[in-house]
């Protein structure tokens, strides 16, 4: 099974800032990779497909980097309502599978 | 508008089964992949199963493999997942959810049904 690893786990930012999110897959999973944001009582949100595409209706601050084995979501400018747990997840074979999260804090 | 709807969680004992159900309506149906995926509480989401449109492809997690069932139904637009020999650790909300096709994600989700396993 491929692994995907987060890093940070847990990340402290204030409004304004420029968030970057890590994720490395332990084999090659060309670009099928994708981010998903969490909230608290909330269903997961498609953010970026294919490595690097924005999802339709996605704030043009969420973007998405990488292939191979190492990827980033990175978002411009935090607002507010971007305080959540950002999730990678490969479909580049099964079983598909998550990494372990990101939680992106108030500072 | 695209629409997951699910019913069939609840409290169950160790060792009996539970069915899912997620009714779609505002897509078709028939041509769409769909998965399930669970968030077990305070740790993060897990890829549970995989059914390709017309139902003749499958495929678990591990931790699943043996226990649980994916099915669908393209006559009544609704998804189906059964889950046999349950065990505290499958306790989670569970979530069915549309692969968008081809190079898509994951992009549209349902509301999500609690399934908690204890005696």
């Known amino acids: 099974d491929i692994q995907m690893t987060q890093s940070p786990s847990t990340l402290s930012a204030s409004e304004g800032d420029r968030v970057t999110i890590t994720c490395r897959a332990s084999q090659s999973i060309s670009g099928w990779l994708a981010w998903y944001q969490l909230k608290p009582g909330r269903v997961p949100k498609l953010l970026i497909y294919k490595a690097s595409s924005l999802e339709s209706g996605v704030p043009s601050r969420f973007s998405g980097t990488g292939s191979g084995t190492e990827f980033t979501l990175t978002i411009s400018s935090l607002q507010p309502g971007d305080f959540a747990t950002y999730y990678c997840q490969q479909y580049n074979s099964y079983p598909w599978t998550f990494g372990q999260g990101t939680k992106v804090e108030s500072k | 508008q695209v629409q997951l709807v699910q019913s069939g969680g609840g409290v169950v004992q160790p060792g009996r089964s539970l069915r899912l159900s997620c009714a779609a309506s505002?897509?078709?149906?028939?041509?769409?992949?769909l998965h399930w995926v669970r968030q077990a509480p305070g740790k993060g989401l897990e890829w549970m199963s995989f059914?390709?449109?017309?139902?003749?492809?499958?495929s678990y997690a591990d931790s699943v493999k043996g226990r649980f069932t994916i099915s669908r139904d393209n006559l009544n637009n609704t998804l189906y997942l059964q889950m046999n020999s349950l065990r505290p650790e499958d306790t989670a909300v569970y979530y069915c959810?549309?692969?968008?096709?081809?190079?898509?994600?994951?992009?549209?989700w349902g509301q999500g049904t609690l399934v908690t396993v204890s005696s």
């Open positions: 059914i390709s449109f017309d139902g003749s492809d499958q």
């Open positions: 959810t549309r692969w968008g096709g081809g190079s898509s994600g994951l992009d549209y």
């Open positions: 505002g897509f078709t149906f028939r041509t769409y992949a």
